[in-house]
């Protein structure tokens, strides 16, 4: 099984996701095996917004975000491999599962964010999700997500 080492920048990303600042938390994709997994990265700096008030003695970035990272790197996953019009396609979180918090992310990690395919049936997307920190896991979860037209909703 050969990892197909894919440089997706952040202009790349900006083509396959709708997501814009200050939600967008993917800088890039490291490398990408169609229908099977995703590594991509995101620089946590001080600059991000969420930091003013989660802490302000302790910056801390919250969980949900982490999450929403992974979702994020599951989308390009899918996205890659899917055509679709960006502008007319939202990517929803339709569940979470299993989601366990081990380690703070704080100003100045990389997180890394692994994802790998699990299985689609009936619309809904399933993956295993992994952020990590200097090869330390700070977040898992087992992620569900639905492709929807804008009009759907």
């Known amino acids: 099984m050969s990892t197909e080492k894919i440089n997706l920048d952040i202009h790349k990303i900006l083509t396959l996701l709708p997501?814009?600042?200050?939600?967008?938390?993917?800088d890039r994709v490291?490398?990408?095996e169609p229908h099977k997994?995703?590594?991509a990265l995101k620089n946590v700096t001080i600059n991000e917004?969420?930091?003013?008030g989660h802490f302000?003695?302790?910056p801390v970035m919250p969980g949900v975000l982490i999450l929403e990272a992974l979702a994020q790197t599951a989308a390009l996953l899918t996205f890659a491999?899917?055509?679709?019009d960006p502008d007319n396609t939202l990517y929803l979180f339709v569940g979470i599962d299993n989601a366990r918090f081990k380690r703070v992310v704080e100003p100045g990690d990389q997180l890394i964010l692994n994802v790998t395919f699990e299985r689609h049936m009936r619309g809904i997307w399933k993956?295993?999700?992994r952020a990590e920190v200097d090869g330390a896991v700070?977040?898992?979860a087992d992620l569900m997500c639905a492709v929807r037209t804008s009009d759907e909703g």
Request: charge should be positive.
């Open 49 to 52: 917004p969420y930091f003013m």
């Open 19 to 26: 997501h814009r600042y200050p939600i967008l938390l993917v």
């Open 127 to 129: 993956f295993k999700a």
């Open 56 to 58: 302000p003695k302790r």
């Open 138 to 140: 700070a977040a898992e």
């Open 30 to 32: 490291v490398e990408l």
């Open 81 to 84: 491999e899917e055509p679709h």
């Open 37 to 39: 997994a995703i590594k």
